[in-house]
């Protein structure tokens, strides 16, 4: 049955095939009153859509690393109220919303953990073009471990070798992010990556002996 095929390519991991034949199977089901299996593809189209969505992904990521982080999640919260404020505004004031989105920017920019917050939630949720080892990359970045460990090193390397490759780390985001095919929110979260790494260079240089 299409219910069927549906679930065979869910299980080799071809969603967007197995969303085809769910999509197909299910007024099938309906037209011939089979409740049962329409409740069955209702279920597996519900379960593949919210794995598309990225949100299971972005709330383990989030309950993972960030659970010590309430109050960026409450700060980040409420940066978000504002831009929804900003856009509505802009409907009656576009020069008033043009400043607040802007005043939001900055706050942004000042605010690093923040944006690192946003560039985990792009990630998950999809807006962020970035392939399997840049996505790990972005989320062993921003975990709360030792320089080596967040660099992709064993905990006893030398620390000049962690400065070479945070240097080299960061003209490589730089250079990914003024990729002019890139889209805007790739590029901002590859500037995102680039600023966790300088970040990471300026520990290095502060914990280095006199």
Known sequence: TLNNIGTAYSSFGERRKALEFYDQA???NRAVGDKSGEATT??????????RSGIVALRELIEKKFTSRSRLLVARSVLLEMRNLATALRETSAGAADRLDAALEE??????EIAELELLHGIGVGLVQFDESERTEAERLTDETSIAIQLGFEPD???NTLQVATLGAIERWRQRGANPFADRETSRACEVMARSY?????????????
């Not at 209702?42 to 794995?51: I, N, T, Y």
């Open 26 to 28: 299910l007024p099938i």
């Open 42 to 51: 209702s279920q597996e189209l519900s379960r593949l859509l919210l794995s």
């Open 107 to 112: 706050v942004m920019v000042s605010a690093h």
């Open 157 to 159: 390397v030398p620390s």
């Open 198 to 210: 300088e970040g990471i260079y300026a520990r290095l240089v502060r914990e280095l002996p006199p």
